[in-house]
């Protein structure tokens, strides 16, 4: 069997934290008189804090430094994290694990949150013995879709890009993926994610059954 690493973003995929995300940032846009619909805001979706809120900052002329912002967004990403809204990982998660460590390829999370959060949701849905390492976006010059995230996966195992596949949530990691010359899982949790994820090999809605089938023939594939 072919090396290969398979590459896992953390927000919408491992958990589903994207439908709270949203309310809290939609409060946060409130906050400071940002208006925004969702068109725009899935935009921003998989984008990391620094590049999200310096460009909100520019666009609605705030008054708050950057930094502010990124506190008071941490702040209450990690009352979700904390919180009874996050207690388990999205269904089949852990099977798909089981299966892919079974298989011994490698795996990783890389994802644009911050790489605290990472390892307290890793830790506390005891999932982090599943996983080699983690990249988060804080690590890295440029956030998705540039491919500066995947790249670094890579980089890091020595792997080439055709020997790494992506599973992504959002628009931009499925571009950040493709610009990095991987394949690319798209995962849709459920009507609430508008993402475009046309650009990925392949789109599912499960991590079970059928789907679950088809995820493994794409890694297998050559």
Do not use: H
């Amino acid at each position: 069997m072919k090396e290969k690493v398979i590459i896992f973003d953390m927000d919408g995929v491992l958990i589903d934290s994207e439908p709270a995300y949203l309310e809290m940032n939609k409060k946060l846009f409130t906050q400071f008189g940002i208006e925004m619909d969702d068109e725009n805001y899935n935009l921003l979706v998989g984008m990391p804090s620094l590049p999200m809120w310096t460009m909100l900052k520019e666009k609605y002329d705030l008054i708050n430094e950057v930094s502010e912002f990124i506190e008071l967004e941490k702040q209450r990403m990690n009352e979700i994290l904390d919180s009874e809204l996050i207690t388990k990982p999205i269904n089949g998660i852990k099977s798909l694990l089981d299966l892919l460590k079974e298989k011994n390829y490698k795996l990783s999370v890389a994802s644009s949150s911050a790489k605290a959060n990472i390892k307290f949701v890793l830790d506390k849905l005891s999932l982090k013995k599943y996983f080699d390492f983690v990249i988060s976006g804080e690590e890295v010059a440029n956030g998705k879709p540039a491919p500066d995230i995947f790249l670094k996966v890579a980089g890091r195992l020595n792997m080439k890009s055709r020997n790494c596949i992506v599973i992504e949530d959002s628009t931009n990691g499925v571009k950040a993926a493709a610009a990095a010359g991987m394949k690319c899982i798209g995962f849709r949790n459920n009507d609430t994610n508008l993402q475009d994820l046309t650009g990925a090999d392949l789109i599912v809605q499960s991590f079970e059954g059928k789907d679950l089938k088809k995820i493994i023939k794409v890694i297998e594939k050559n």
